[in-house]
């Protein structure tokens, strides 16, 4: 889909230029900006689709950047662009809630697919659930669009990513989904090390959902293999 | 902490402890001789004579002062090892520390120009640019192969200058002549031969210096001030001497430290002030090698703000011992 908006924060001018002209060539609305504290100003007033961040900044770095953001409940998907590609760096940016990690130097091609990749997840996300945006299980209310659990009057939030998972489940109930479909729909292909990462996801919804999370109900491990929801 | 050295503290705090308990050990043992040999006698029922109690009393009191002054003077040595290799040890995960920051703001600096340089060639080779910026693009990257020469060679002088102190041939000369003379090959360089160089030079001033070090640090300064010195060319070069240093300070009459910490432009891969500012060609090493070749001629280097009220810039103040002798007859000739 073209015309959505993308930002790229990076300081080194030739690699924004070129990433910007291929990037609008794809039919994207790009702006870009050099320092952390304008990203910011910019994804607060522009509202960009995607965030192209650079993690070595001048003033606010990209890390900084992506934690003020998620703090402020701001969801807006990030991509991390840096030199910076050791595994400890990938792990911290995913976990401070970037959506993606590309090391430098990269393929052209590669920067294009990977933004399509996180657009498309984004829309996913974002497009009405094919059985409407409420999710029952027992006694217990899933809210696709306002990111809640509702159980016996309380109500706990949802992160995206675990939304993203339970509607990744619920889109197939009764089916089994593998680790590595859930891996691929919800964070990108080789976003993370080791699909063990969604078993760590699945153990917080199932305390979240589930009466017994050691003899759960709903979500159900299949061996092996992966999850399935049975409602 | 790095791994290491981490492990060599363990171990060699765990041989301390295993020697202080050995020596303390080894005293109490000593101070006890005397009450052992009479718990001894007294089982054989020995009786001592009042003259002969006396002599054993002495005989130990002199033994224990002996022990004393062994247990004292090994301790002391103990304690004198026990900092000897801390400072080592210390000395180890600062260089470990520096050289891993050092690779790791390198890499930073190498994969930069090498993804903008590999972007351009790639647009260009899909056919994805408009005609118009073709000539752009080529001109980018080969700004970016050339920014990863400088790199390269600066890699290789900051590599040879941490492994063995740069090997400089520290002779006595006269810093104004030295001065005088860089500043005139230094100009030769087209960006240096634009600015307006004002010279005070107060020598004779003998140090013992690296002539090709000194043209360097010239070079380097004047290759900043024409860089940051903002709209002046106005430079100013002084050289005389304060105490039993001599200086050679350059003035330029741009914006200052730009509330900057000054220490930190002395730091690897800092540029203007602010880290990683692309919009002026150079590494960011150009002051970092100033204040490594100022600390192999056993001098120093700082930056301050020139006041608002001469018309303001930034100062980098260059001091070298003035050589043997020179500074007592240069004492009242302060500058």
């Not at chain 2, 062994?70 to 080592?88: D, I, K, M, N, T």
Request: aromatic share 6%.
């Amino acid at each position: 889909m073209s015309g959505e908006k993308l930002l790229v924060v990076e300081d080194e001018a030739h690699i924004a230029e070129v990433v910007c002209d291929n990037l609008a060539l794809e039919g994207y609305e790009v702006r870009t900006c050099a320092d952390g504290n304008e990203a910011l100003e910019q994804v607060r007033q522009w509202r960009p689709d995607l965030v192209l961040l650079d993690v070595m900044l001048p003033g606010l770095d990209g890390f900084a950047v992506c934690a003020r953001l998620r703090a402020e409940q701001d969801q807006v998907p990030i991509l991390f662009l840096t030199a910076r590609g050791a595994p400890d760096d990938r792990v911290r940016g995913l976990e401070l809630g970037g959506d993606d990690f590309l090391a430098k130097p990269f393929e052209l091609r590669e920067l294009v697919l990977r933004v399509r990749a996180i657009l498309k997840r984004t829309r996913w996300m974002q497009s009405p659930h094919p059985a409407g945006d409420r999710l029952k299980l027992g006694d217990c209310v899933v809210d696709f669009k306002t990111f809640q659990v509702s159980r016996q009057g309380t109500s706990t939030e949802l992160s995206p990513k675990e939304t993203l998972i339970l509607r990744a489940l619920a889109e197939r109930p009764g089916e089994v989904v593998s680790r590595s479909e859930i891996l691929d729909r919800v964070w990108g292909y080789d976003a993370f090390p080791t699909t063990r990462t969604i078993d760590n996801f699945i153990v917080r919804l199932r305390r979240m959902i589930e009466d017994d999370p050691q003899n759960p109900r709903y979500i159900h491990t299949v061996r092996g293999t992966g999850y399935r929801l049975t409602p | 902490m790095v791994r290491g050295p981490r492990r060599k503290l363990y171990t060699y705090m765990a041989v301390t402890v295993l020697y202080a308990l050995v020596i303390a050990w080894w005293i109490v043992f000593f101070s006890r001789q005397d009450e052992i040999l009479l718990g001894r006698m007294q089982r054989l029922g020995a009786e001592l004579t009042p003259a002969q109690s006396r002599a054993l009393t002495e005989a130990t009191d002199d033994s224990m002062r002996m022990f004393a002054f062994e247990g004292a003077f090994l301790g002391l040595l103990l304690a004198a090892s026990v900092v000897l290799v801390l400072r080592s040890l210390h000395r180890e995960i600062a260089l470990q520390s520096s050289q891993k920051n050092m690779l790791s703001a390198f890499t930073h600096e190498l994969k930069s120009p090498i993804a903008s340089a590999k972007l351009y060639l790639e647009s260009l080779h899909q056919g994805r640019v408009e005609p118009d910026k073709r000539e752009r693009y080529l001109a980018h990257a080969r700004e970016d192969l050339e920014r990863l020469h400088r790199l390269v060679d600066e890699m290789l002088l900051t590599a040879r200058m941490q492994s063995v102190s740069p090997q400089l041939t520290l002779e006595e000369h006269d810093l104004a002549h030295l001065v005088e003379r860089g500043v005139q090959n230094v100009q030769s360089d087209p960006a240096v031969a634009t600015l307006a160089i004002q010279l005070d030079l107060r020598g004779p001033l003998p140090v013992r210096a690296d002539p090709r070090s000194i043209e360097t640090v010239l070079r380097n300064l004047l290759s900043n001030a024409h860089k940051y010195g903002g709209a002046s060319s106005r430079v100013d070069i002084s050289v005389g001497c304060l105490g039993r240093d001599a200086f050679l300070k350059v003035r330029d009459r741009g914006p200052g430290l730009r509330g900057q910490d000054p220490r930190a432009l002395f730091e690897p891969f800092v540029r203007g002030g602010e880290k990683l500012v692309s919009d002026q060609p150079g590494s960011g090493l150009g002051l970092y090698f100033v204040s490594e070749l100022a600390k192999a001629h056993r001098g120093r280097v700082t930056a301050r703000e020139a006041p608002a009220a001469s018309g303001g810039g930034l100062e980098v103040d260059l001091r070298l011992p003035l050589a043997d002798g020179a500074a007592a007859t240069r004492e009242g000739d302060r500058a």
